[in-house]
């Protein structure tokens, strides 16, 4: 059974500071997501991630895969404000495309 | 750009009670699902659906729960007898296949009293 663990599952910081968001998982999977949820809102894609070694980057955001250590991290360069949401990472077992999510992350980037 | 649309965005039903949720796909997906979120909670998986049939369910999904996509173009979720605990953010996700990401809805609130 796929297992999806996020740490930490709630992170305060400051504006302008670095900080990194991990998510674990238990078995092959070979499709790794992230998404932003903002409160009482849908979840919003940011990146999916296919391959080991895997980086994207979007903005402030970048979102990297390392499939033989199962983890996926998603680092935030120089926090505003506006990046305060929850992130979920979530995973698919190969050969299909249930997605399993992690418990995610609670960010509040304080000004 | 296209889009997942849910209705309605919020259902307040009594227990006991029966209620549909739809969604609407983005016209070229072929796979469709449902998922629900406790508020506060992580996103867990209801249902998956693929070439009008179910292809894979959660323990959650039991018998009081159904879906179906009858006229080719809105997919729903039926829960027959609603309990308490199945209050919850109720999202349709959408996917068109190999490598690309789920689009979600807007989700539907629902709350039973």
């Known amino acids: 059974e796929l297992k999806v663990e996020q740490n930490p599952l709630f992170l305060s910081m400051q504006e302008g500071k670095n900080y990194t968001i991990y998510c674990n998982y238990s078995t092959t999977s070979d499709r790794l997501y992230w998404y932003r949820q903002d409160p009482g809102k849908s979840l919003e894609s940011l990146f999916v991630l296919l391959s080991n070694g895997a980086v994207k980057q979007e903005g402030r955001l970048m979102a990297s895969l390392d499939t033989k250590a199962r983890l996926s991290t998603l680092h935030i360069t120089a926090a505003v404000h506006d990046l305060s949401a929850t992130y979920f990472c979530?995973?698919?077992?190969?050969?299909?495309?249930?997605?399993?999510f992690g418990t995610g992350t609670r960010l509040k980037v304080l000004a | 750009e296209p889009e997942v649309t849910q209705t309605p965005s919020h259902q307040v039903t009594q227990m006991g009670q029966e209620v549909i949720l739809r969604c609407v796909p983005i016209s070229n997906h072929l796979y469709f699902y449902w998922y629900r979120q406790i508020l506060g909670q992580k996103v867990e998986f209801l249902v998956s659906?693929?070439?009008?049939?179910?292809?894979?369910k959660s323990e959650i999904f039991d018998d009081q729960f159904s879906v179906e996509r009858p006229d080719g173009s809105n997919f729903t979720l039926k829960i027959r007898s609603t309990k308490l605990e199945d209050s919850a953010m109720y999202f349709c996700?959408?996917?068109?296949?190999?490598?690309?990401?789920?689009?979600f809805g807007q989700g539907t609130r629902l709350t039973v009293v």
């Open positions: 996700a959408t996917l068109q296949g190999t490598g690309t990401e789920a689009f």
């Open positions: 659906f693929y070439n009008n049939e179910i292809s894979e």
């Open positions: 979530a995973a698919t077992l190969q050969g299909t495309y249930k997605y399993i």
